[in-house]
């Protein structure tokens, strides 16, 4: 289930299960998206991006949904595995702008 | 490719002291690298954009005098956090963005664990 503690949600998946992983983001005019995964100790890792002129896009196991109209992004990780532990955070750009704004992260639990 | 190497990955320090964090990439160059900071299970905050050549630019309540940041050729930025206090202990992570590319992932340094005693 999900949980939201004092600081960062967390979501604990039974190993083999979907994962999905939700995140509103806060500039209508974003039109960049990325996922990262960070693990303990760790800096950031790139898992995927979409850009503002799709809707989905998949990689390996893992996929990512955009919806414009109420900015959500979501993640969806399919046959989670203990590696796949981590807080994963996303992340907006707009055009012309260098910078990435985060969004707060969710901690990923995999039961094994 | 595109790989970011941060510089020390944790460092101790007393109060008062001064302490250097590098970042560098290592098979790219970056004209603009970016500094983040972050506080335990919370996100990252943008600190400052380092570009090469010229003044980093400072988010709002970032002290430019604390934290010196220099980018001094198209591999390397320097943060300093100068006259550390225990409130500055926190993980600082530096993310470089190759040159030419607008919209493109930014590559992450594995990040320094400062503690100031």
């Known amino acids: 289930g999900e949980s939201v503690g004092l600081h960062l949600p967390t979501l604990s998946v039974q190993e083999g299960d979907n994962s999905i992983i939700n995140c509103a983001y806060s500039n209508s005019a974003s039109d960049y998206f990325i996922w990262y995964k960070q693990e303990s100790g760790k800096g950031p890792q790139f898992i995927i991006d979409i850009r503002s002129n799709m809707d989905k896009r998949q990689g390996q196991r893992v996929t990512v949904l955009l919806n414009k109209t109420v900015k959500h992004l979501s993640l969806q990780i399919a046959a989670t595995q203990p590696g796949d532990s981590a807080v994963y955070f996303c992340a907006e750009n707009w055009a012309g702008s260098y910078q990435l704004t985060f969004g707060k992260g969710t901690k990923l639990s995999v039961i094994p | 490719g595109a790989v970011v190497s941060q510089h020390p990955s944790w460092v101790i320090c007393k109060s008062g002291t001064s302490v250097k964090i590098e970042c560098r990439s290592l098979d790219f160059q970056a004209t603009t690298m970016f500094w983040y900071r972050q506080f335990p299970k919370q996100s990252l905050m943008l600190m400052a954009t380092s570009n090469e050549g010229s003044k980093a630019t400072y988010e709002q309540g970032v002290e430019k005098d604390k934290f010196l940041i220099n980018h001094a050729s198209l591999t390397l930025s320097t943060l300093t956090v100068t006259s550390a206090h225990p409130e500055d202990s926190s993980f600082y992570i530096c993310?470089?963005?190759?040159?030419?590319?607008?919209?493109?992932?930014?590559?992450f340094g594995n990040g320094t664990r400062l503690t100031v005693t």
């Open positions: 993310s470089a963005k190759p040159l030419g590319s607008l919209n493109s992932p930014l590559h």
